[in-house]
């Protein structure tokens, strides 16, 4: 049974650093896709930064240059590193998988409908 857990939420100052993690189980992580959504309020999910099984990352550019995407391979956690973060960064982050019959996935994959397993998400919010 494929599993996430998100962990880390809290709640920072402008210009502050978080770093949230996700936690995986049940599928071949390593070789996954793996991506970090949000959602402010009243707005749609988006994706923020992926993953791909050959660690190569994606960023959308509202986080280019302040978050960094990583995967720790002997733990099969995801980490979000967040610098710098801003009030328009608040939101629910959610952790994503896009798990195939392979097992092995390349590219990189911004789009909810790309992925096929979903954290629970974990609150951010920035403000002063």
């Known amino acids: 049974q494929v599993r996430l857990m998100e962990r880390g939420g809290d709640s920072v100052q402008p210009g502050g650093s978080l770093r949230l993690s996700c936690q995986t189980s049940g599928f071949s992580y390593k070789r996954a896709c793996m991506g970090w959504f949000r959602q402010a309020p009243g707005k749609a999910r988006e994706g923020i930064a992926s993953i791909d099984g050959f660690l190569q990352s994606t960023y959308a550019a509202s986080v280019q240059n302040r978050f960094r995407i990583a995967k720790d391979i002997a733990t099969s956690t995801l980490d979000l590193q967040m610098n710098n973060l801003k009030p328009e960064d608040t939101g629910m982050y959610y952790c994503?998988?896009?798990?195939?019959?392979?097992?092995?996935?390349?590219?990189?994959?911004?789009?909810?409908?790309?992925?096929?397993?979903w954290g629970q998400g974990i609150q951010v919010t920035v403000s002063t």
């Open positions: 994503a998988a896009r798990v195939t019959p392979s097992g092995t996935c390349s590219g990189g994959y911004l789009t909810n409908g790309e992925y096929n397993y």
